[in-house]
């Protein structure tokens, strides 16, 4: 079993930067973020994987940056120019649950407990 620790939340005004880790206990095959606002379903942000590189939210494509190092089994994603809208509990996701490509619409095995990001006005 993957566990999985988030860091990096915290408020920020709009226009500036966080940067979120994740820190797997073991190699965790394909990585995603999600998030999920009070009220509104959760949505995938962002993946990565060695076989089918990364994939990105279109409400964050050019803003947010997911990256793996694969030695450390530690994922980033660097968020900028946020927005209020982006604020959301972000987790951290590993494993696929079954075969099937690595992308934002995947179903994960293992999730982390969540890192709060808030962004004001």
């Known amino acids: 079993q993957v566990q999985l620790v988030e860091s990096g939340g915290g408020s920020v005004q709009a226009g500036g930067s966080l940067r979120l880790s994740c820190a797997a206990s073991?190699?965790?095959?394909?990585m995603a973020w999600f998030r999920q606002a009070p009220g509104k379903e959760r949505e995938g942000v962002a993946s990565v994987s060695p076989v089918d590189g990364t994939s990105i939210a279109d409400s964050v494509k050019k803003r947010f940056i997911i990256t793996k190092d694969n030695v450390k089994n530690i994922l980033t994603l660097q968020m900028n120019s946020l927005k209020p809208e982006d604020s959301a509990m972000y987790y951290c996701?590993?494993?696929?649950?079954?075969?099937?490509?690595?992308?934002?619409?995947?179903?994960?095995?293992?999730w982390g407990q969540g890192t709060q990001v808030t962004v004001s006005s």
């Open positions: 996701a590993a494993s696929l649950v079954g075969r099937g490509p690595c992308n934002v619409g995947s179903e994960f095995k293992y």
């Open positions: 073991e190699y965790g095959g394909c």
